[in-house]
């Protein structure tokens, strides 16, 4: 069964410096895709990244970059330069991609930034 | 990417009831899924809406609970049916249109039990 771990309730960082917000997840799927989302105290769920499993190269987007350690079923997001608009709650989610397509969530962390 | 629209936004309701929560989407999708966020808390699926056929449950979710339809792929609804205080949650409705591709979310609908 598939399982997406995030060990960090709660993040500090401080405003201009990069972050590290942490995933492990487990599948016996050879085929798969990890995202990470934000969601602000808003609510709203705002897709950041996209690796999938075959992806030979780490993931970037912007200031988002996906760390991703295949053997050591990892997919850490870094985010750089980090901004006080980046306080909310990150989740990490895998989908398989031949177990009809359900994604699942991790418990997810909470990003605070200081000025 | 998609646009949805979930409806209603947030509901106050009574014990013993239930209450449909419709998913309207602007563009025909595959994947189709409703989702349930508890306070403080993250994302829990509970089921994959099917077109044309029963929804797909997820351990811990049953049909008479939370009954879902899916007549075509563009809508969907979820009823939560007898409800209960420990139904509080905000209900996500949710799409995705590749296996390679992210999911979009509605805005959810924010349900209290009183």
């Known amino acids: 069964a598939q399982k997406i771990t995030q060990t960090q309730p709660g993040m500090f960082v401080q405003e201009k410096e990069a972050v590290t917000l942490d995933c492990t997840y487990d599948?016996?799927?050879?085929?798969?895709?990890l995202f990470w989302y934000k969601q602000p105290s808003s609510g709203e769920m705002i897709f950041l990244i996209y690796?999938?499993?075959?992806?030979?190269q780490n993931a970037t987007e912007g200031r988002y970059s996906l760390n991703f350690q295949k053997a050591r079923k990892s997919a850490n997001l870094v985010i750089s330069a980090s901004q006080l608009g980046d306080s909310a709650m990150y989740f990490c989610a895998m989908r398989e991609i031949t177990g009809g397509f359900k994604t699942i969530f991790g418990a997810g962390t909470r990003l605070f930034v200081k000025a | 990417s998609a646009v949805i629209s979930q409806k209603p936004s947030r509901d106050i309701c009574q014990r013993g009831t239930s209450l449909t929560i419709q998913c309207q989407v602007d563009s025909q999708v595959t994947m189709m899924f409703w989702y349930r966020q508890q306070p403080g808390q993250s994302l829990t699926l509970i089921a994959t809406?099917?077109?044309?056929?029963?929804?797909?449950?997820e351990s811990g979710f049953v049909i008479d609970k939370f009954p879902i339809s899916r007549p075509n792929l563009t809508f969907s609804t979820l009823t939560v049916s007898n409800m209960s205080p420990e139904d509080s949650s905000i209900y996500l409705c949710?799409?995705?249109?590749?296996?390679?591709?992210?999911?979009?979310f509605g805005d959810g609908t924010r349900l209290s039990i009183l």
């Open positions: 599948t016996s799927d050879p085929s798969y895709g």
């Open positions: 809406a099917n077109q044309g056929s029963e929804a797909t449950y």
């Open positions: 690796q999938g499993s075959y992806d030979q």
């Open positions: 949710s799409v995705a249109t590749g296996g390679d591709q992210p999911q979009h």
